[in-house]
Antibody
Framework: QVQLVQSGPEVKKPGASVKVSCEASGYIFTSYGIGWVRQAPGQGLEWVGWSSTYNGNGDYAQKFQGRVTMTTDTSTNTAYLELRSLRSDDTAVYFC?????????????WGQGTLVTVSS | DIQMTQSPYSLSASVGDRVTIICRASQSISTYLNWYQQRPGKAPKLLVYSASSLQSGVPSRFSGSGSGTDFTLTISSLQPEDFASYYCQQTYNARTTFGQGTRLE
């Protein structure tokens, strides 16, 4: 069965970087993209970006441009989200989701989420 | 960016009720509209894609409709497990956006 398993919670200081992983199984990894969505405490869903598992291309939300990098490792079927220059308002649960072959795709299977806490 | 506005923000209902949630887009998005359910502490779950196509495994009491700028998600007979938050999402352009959510309680 399709599964996306994310790495564990992180606590970071302002200005630091965080890298969240998302390991996929149960399907052909390179047949789908990976989208990333975050949810601040008590808030709604916010699209962060999308990464192609086929050619490594990424498409990021404007507000994260320059601070975010999404990569994939086809040898381990793992996608990564790296967010730099962390601020307190980056505190959120970050979800990965299996998506289609473009950034304008819905997510049909989701990881369990990774809580990233940014605090001094 | 395309703005997605859901109404109501929260909705009080009972088991067996018929419930409708509305989602409006700031410009026409054809049928590039998806609906998700999210229970507290859990990941979102895809319910409906392309405005009206039911995701595999989703109960038939859920249905979606609409095109252009106005969309609805209907639950024909509420079950206890349906009390959750619901989000619409447009995938018309590359920078997908979500509605602010509707809490069903």
């Amino acid at each position: 069965q399709v599964q996306l398993v994310q790495s564990g919670p992180e606590v970071k200081k302002p200005g630091a970087s965080v890298k969240v992983s998302c390991e996929a199984s149960g399907y052909i990894f390179t047949s789908y993209g990976i989208g990333w969505v975050r949810q601040a405490p008590g808030q709604g869903l916010e699209w962060v970006g999308w990464s192609s598992t086929y050619n490594g291309n990424g498409d990021y939300a404007q507000k994260f441009q320059g601070r975010v990098t999404m990569t994939t490792d086809t040898s381990t079927n793992t996608a990564y989200l790296e967010l730099r220059s962390l601020r307190s308002d980056d505190t959120a649960v970050y979800f990965c989701a299996r998506s289609g072959h473009s950034s304008s795709s819905y997510g049909d299977y989701w990881g369990q989420g990774t809580l990233v806490t940014v605090s001094s | 960016d395309i703005q997605m506005t859901q109404s109501p923000y929260s909705l009080s209902a009972s088991v067996g009720d018929r419930v409708t949630i509305i989602c409006r887009a700031s410009q026409s998005i054809s049928t590039y509209l998806n609906w998700y359910q999210q229970r507290p502490g859990k990941a979102p779950k895809l319910l409906v894609y392309s405005a009206s196509s039911l995701q595999s495994g989703v109960p038939s009491r859920f249905s979606g409709s609409g095109s252009g700028t106005d969309f609805t998600l209907t639950i024909s007979s509420l079950q206890p497990e349906d009390f959750a938050s619901y989000y619409c999402q447009q995938t018309y352009n590359a920078r997908t956006t979500f509605g602010q959510g509707t809490r069903l309680e």
